[in-house]
């Protein structure tokens, strides 16, 4: 079988390096070559366009930044799609809108190409160990064929629906994501201010049942106040727009999600886009908090 893989970042660097490992003939396409580079190395084969990426592929993987990332490189002028082979297929595994991938669904067929919509829930470690979670929206046909490689990057799968539904649960999933973490860093902030120490509050929030899982990897880089990134805090900022965006369609109010949505837009604005979006915790501070994060951005420097 020929797969190919498109967009290397945190996230498909290493689920491409998984697929690796099994009887397959992968291709990788990424805009800066040193991903690429390191996956020629452990036996992938290079495309230096995306033409070339995808006109022998049988399944062909995105996984990029945004909607209008996925736009430029699947039907921008220069775009994959018109150059895949009738009857391939296509798994888009980036975060985007329920109607991008409805959109992508329709061009993809122009094109006689089938598609399914497979984001994952899960960041940096999870792709590490392969034990992502796969939300998947398709033909259950398309899904089944795409099935056994999606197992080698993850621990779990769920055929959600008809295209766009998998997109639709992976946004639930990540404007719970960002308001858990805004919640957890108010509390704790207020906690210190009534003479908590952060220790033991963050000893001790992490493992109350009302605090969900992922808190607990979260409360140990603020207690170490290492941001390094797992899952920028910019890119939940754009998972929030496009759960806002959404809302509208369906005319459907965000109260809080909104709120959230501007709290990672001001931490943004302060320097801290591509760090882990639980820096929000040092935003949130207030602007006497001194933030040490991979940039070097310090908040008491701001005029």
Same mark, same amino acid.
């Given at each position: 079988m020929n /797969?190919?893989?498109?967009?290397l970042g945190i996230m498909g660097q290493r689920m491409a390096r998984h697929l690796l490992n099994h009887q397959l003939r992968l291709t990788v396409y990424n805009r800066s070559p040193e991903p690429v580079r390191q996956l020629a190395e452990q036996g $992938?084969?290079?495309? /230096? #366009?995306?033409? *070339?990426a995808v006109q022998e592929a049988d399944i062909v993987f995105t996984m990029l930044a945004s909607p209008e990332? /996925? *736009? =430029?490189v699947a039907l921008g002028d220069e775009g994959f799609l018109p150059h895949?082979? #009738?009857?391939? &297929?296509w798994a888009d595994c980036s975060t985007v809108n329920p109607s991008f991938s409805r959109m992508a669904h329709q061009a993809a067929g122009q094109h006689q190409v089938h598609f399914v919509d497979a984001p994952v829930a899960g960041s940096k470690p999870q792709a590490e160990s392969a034990e992502l979670v796969f939300f998947v929206g398709g033909a259950t046909s398309d899904v089944e064929q795409v099935i056994p490689l999606l197992k080698v990057m993850s621990k779990k799968i769920v055929h959600v629906g008809e295209i766009g539904q998998g997109t639709s649960l992976k946004m639930l999933v990540n404007a719970l994501l960002a308001q858990s973490m805004v919640l957890f860093s108010? /509390? &704790?902030?207020?906690? *210190?201010k009534m003479g908590l120490s952060r220790d033991f509050l963050l000893d001790t929030l992490p493992g109350l049942p009302v605090s969900p899982p992922f808190? =607990?990897?979260k409360a140990e880089k603020i207690r170490q106040q290492? %941001?390094?990134p797992e899952f920028p805090l910019e890119l939940m900022y754009k998972d929030l727009h496009l759960a806002a965006l959404t809302a509208y369609e369906h005319q459907q109010p965000l109260f809080l999600a909104n &709120?959230?949505? *501007? &709290? %990672?837009?001001?931490?943004? =604005? $302060?320097g801290l886009g591509r760090e882990d979006f639980s820096a929000v915790h040092q935003w949130m501070g207030g602007e006497g908090a001194e933030l040490k994060v991979s940039g070097g951005f310090n908040l008491n420097t701001l005029s």
């Open positions: /797969v190919t893989f498109i967009g $992938a084969r290079m495309a /230096v #366009s995306l033409a *070339e990332a /996925v *736009e =430029q895949m082979r #009738s009857g391939a &297929l108010e /509390v &704790l902030h207020l906690g *210190e808190i =607990q990897a290492d %941001y390094a &709120l959230a949505k *501007e &709290l %990672y837009a001001q931490a943004i =604005q $302060a």
